[in-house]
């Protein structure tokens, strides 16, 4: 439920109305969310069977064939993922990918965390984002296709901070793109997360140019999780590494373009400590 953990796939986040052009054909995409495309469609790869392959001791490989015109997207689409348990409490998380004609591809991992042990929600974390601006969006979630600063405004963690007050100030919690302060392709820290009661650290890393922070403010309290834990509001967020939403509609966005010939690559690392470390 709620893409809990899952791989993201054709097209990570929202396509407007299900529809982009690519070399002057239009494809049309299942439009499951408010008239828009999400996360692939409602068959998307989190929906998918995988086949596994555990390749070391540590490390797990799953494959996927999306198949030609799969909810609308072209190509017959190879995807390989690895997943990497490091002697560091790292979990890495790489990615590549194959076409055989012109798509769009935006793979992300939906991972929620808690770094109370959902002992308590996260609004009394610190959170820390390495961007200086956004990608906003109309009341359905669609870019505007313009960059805001963030300085000044809600979305304004160039500096450590908790979200409480800012989230009980808007009435609802965070669902926005940052575009990441970074180098185009080099692997660089996104985020640091901090937990001050328990001491727990998450930092993460990624290749993207873009990371969603993601605060539902929907409550899941009919949901029960590992040690029998129950889920309430705000009682998790997502740092998902991505390109843009609805790149495809924007140009002027990092191209999410995969020709026949090139490989899609991405590394995106989870890694956890201690204030102490």
Request: charged share 20%; proline share 7%.
């Amino acid at each position: 439920p709620s893409d809990f953990g899952a791989t993201i796939g054709r097209y990570a986040n929202r396509i407007n109305q299900g529809r982009f052009m690519l070399d002057s054909v239009e494809y049309i995409l299942p439009r499951n969310n408010y008239g828009h495309c999400l996360h692939g469609g409602p068959k998307g790869f989190q929906y998918q069977v995988y086949d596994a392959r555990q390749i070391g001791p540590q490390e797990l490989e799953l494959t996927y064939l999306a198949k030609d015109g799969e909810e609308g997207f072209p190509g017959n689409l190879e995807l390989s993922m690895a997943y990497k348990l490091t002697n560091h409490n790292e979990i890495v998380l790489e990615y590549t990918a194959t076409t055989d004609k012109p798509t769009v591809v935006n793979f992300t991992n939906h991972s929620y965390f808690n770094l109370t042990g959902c002992t308590r929600n996260v609004l009394n974390h610190i959170y820390r984002i390495y961007a200086d601006s956004i990608t906003p969006t109309d009341s359905m979630g669609i870019p505007t296709g313009e960059l805001m600063p963030v300085v000044g405004t809600v979305y304004d963690y160039t500096s450590p901070q908790s979200v409480e007050k800012r989230v009980q100030k808007m009435g609802k919690g965070y669902d926005v793109n940052y575009r990441l302060d970074k180098y185009p392709g080099s692997l660089e820290l996104a985020a640091i997360v901090v937990e001050p009661i328990s001491g727990r650290v998450l930092k993460a890393y990624t290749t993207e140019p873009g990371m969603q922070f993601y605060i539902p403010n929907s409550n899941m309290d009919y949901l029960i999780g590992h040690g029998e834990k129950k889920y309430g509001r705000y009682y998790g967020f997502c740092l998902e590494m991505q390109h843009f939403p609805d790149a495809p509609n924007n140009p002027q966005f990092p191209a999410t373009s995969l020709l026949p010939g090139e490989i899609y690559r991405q590394v995106t690392i989870y890694k956890f400590e201690t204030i102490s470390e």
